[in-house]
């Protein structure tokens, strides 16, 4: 992909790009929660309820959206810019790729349980299955709340896990000789 995007990609040159960049997504993205969020609002202007009372429900989702990722922005900021981590480079690509691999795997789970939640509106399956696909779609809220969890203790995990690892690392890398391709070189 970055071989067919190199052209996109060297439009952003400088940080400030990044903002237009993010308010495209932000545009581009609909979420199953902004969608609910705005049928929450149909049905209660439909009811005759104020239409300020109305923008509580989208000014509320878009300020914890703002929140939220805010709080994570300035999170990874201060993980990647920390001297002890920015010196590191073995360091930043494990975590990275704990974290790559913790986002994929969640949002491959919420990818296949929308799928499956829209087939079983469709075709109305029965079946033990069929009965968990809906007590997890009916319970997003608890789904979020253990992602954010598995986001903690994945990450608390690979912390533990990092040390003990880059050690056998470097261990096997002495053992493998000077010219060996899994020596871990100094950084």
């Known amino acids: 992909m970055a071989n067919l995007l190199r052209k996109l990609f ?45 923008l509580i429900f989208p000014i509320l989702f878009t300020s914890g959206m703002c929140l939220v990722d805010t ?34 795997f969640v949002s491959a789970f919420i990818g296949v349980i929308q799928v499956l939640s829209l087939a079983q509106n469709v075709a109305d399956p029965q079946g033990p299955f069929w009965d968990g696909v809906s007590a997890i779609g009916d319970h997003f809220e608890i789904v979020g709340g253990s992602i954010c969890g598995v986001f903690v203790l994945v990450g608390l995990v690979s912390v533990a896990l990092y040390r003990p690892w880059r050690r056998r690392m470097e261990r096997e890398g002495r053992n493998d000789g000077a010219g060996s391709e899994t020596a871990i070189p100094d950084l």
Do not use: H, N
Request: net charge neutral; charged share 15%.
């Open 71 to 104: 709080a994570d922005g300035a999170l990874m900021m201060a993980l990647y810019t920390s001297k002890a981590f920015a010196r590191d480079a073995v360091a930043i690509l494990y975590y990275s790729v704990v974290l790559t691999g913790i986002t994929v």
């Open 10 to 54: 060297r439009l952003i040159d400088r940080s400030w790009k990044m903002f237009p960049l993010g308010i495209l997504f932000g545009l581009g993205f609909d979420t199953s929660s902004e969608i609910a969020i705005l049928g929450i609002a149909s049905i209660q202007a439909v009811q005759g309820t104020s239409i300020w009372l109305i």
